[in-house]
């Protein structure tokens, strides 16, 4: 399974990026779908999960109303749109294929990660 992340970048407190990450390797639409990210020094963490059907989804408390994770199953991609960005989103962004078709808040319930993407956001 390959997962190739992009999207990230340097933006202002404010802005918005949408990152992709598009998946081969495996039948995608069996699969849930996560999104998580580690700033430097702290540990990393979920940022937003998505069913194999797109039906359900997860956000951590401090993206909700912002953040909006979404999938095409015929592109085999999955996105996090990303608004009203704050310095303290900035990380690296990675994205992670689930083990089954629901998603876990967990990252032992992930089995593929893709290469990670940087965003930075400035005040």
């Known amino acids: 399974v390959q997962l190739q992340a992009s999207g990230g970048g340097l933006v202002q407190a404010g802005a918005s990026l949408r990152l992709s990450c598009a998946a081969s390797?495996?039948?995608?639409?069996?699969?849930?779908m996560g999104w998580f990210r580690q700033a430097p020094g702290k540990e990393r963490e979920i940022v937003a999960a998505?069913?194999?059907?797109?039906?359900?989804?997860y956000y951590r408390n401090s993206v909700k109303g912002r953040f909006t994770i979404s999938r095409d199953n015929a592109k085999n991609t999955v996105y996090l749109q990303m608004n009203s960005l704050k310095p303290e989103d900035t990380a690296v962004y990675y994205c992670a294929v689930g083990k089954t078709k629901y998603f876990s808040t967990d990252d032992l319930g992930y089995d593929y990660w893709g290469q990670g993407t940087q965003v930075t956001v400035s005040s």
């Open positions: 998505i069913n194999w059907s797109g039906t359900a989804t």
């Open positions: 390797g495996r039948t995608f639409s069996s699969y849930a």
